[in-house]
């Protein structure tokens, strides 16, 4: 089955980490640009990390640049999102994604390919 699936969600206080993961299933991530998006209740879902399948190009939102980091390790097929720092508005959930075309953009709109989800709660 193809298919993408997030893990490493949780409640954690403020100024916590966590680590998210993005497994591929059916095929390889490998050479494939992969993004990191979430939605928080009532907001529309936003880019928060992006990393180029060709050159490890990786792109930030400015909310989170000096706290988060995405990496891959294409031999577990599966693309990491390290979130450090965590603040209150960091609360969401959070997708992993693959895009329509091979070009390179970091925004929702040119992503088609979604998991289903993992939940990020920073309360205290």
């Known amino acids: 089955q193809v298919q993408l699936v997030e893990s490493g969600g949780g409640l954690v206080q403020p100024g916590g980490s966590l680590r998210l993961s993005c497994v591929a299933s059916?095929?390889?991530?490998?050479?494939?640009?992969i993004g990191w998006f979430r939605q928080a209740p009532g907001k529309e879902r936003e880019g928060v990390s992006c990393?180029?399948?060709?050159?490890?190009?990786?792109d930030y939102a400015d909310s989170v640049v000096g706290r988060f980091t995405i990496s891959r390790d294409n031999a577990k097929n599966t693309v990491y999102l390290q979130m450090n720092n965590l603040k209150r508005e960091d609360t969401a959930v959070y997708y992993c994604?693959?895009?329509?075309?091979?070009?390179?953009?970091?925004?929702?709109?040119?992503?088609?390919?979604w998991g289903q989800g993992t939940q990020v709660t920073v309360s205290s």
């Open positions: 994604a693959l895009p329509k075309y091979s070009v390179y953009v970091c925004s929702p709109e040119m992503f088609n390919f």
């Open positions: 059916g095929f390889t991530l490998e050479y494939r640009h």
């Open positions: 990393i180029s399948g060709s050159d490890g190009h990786t």
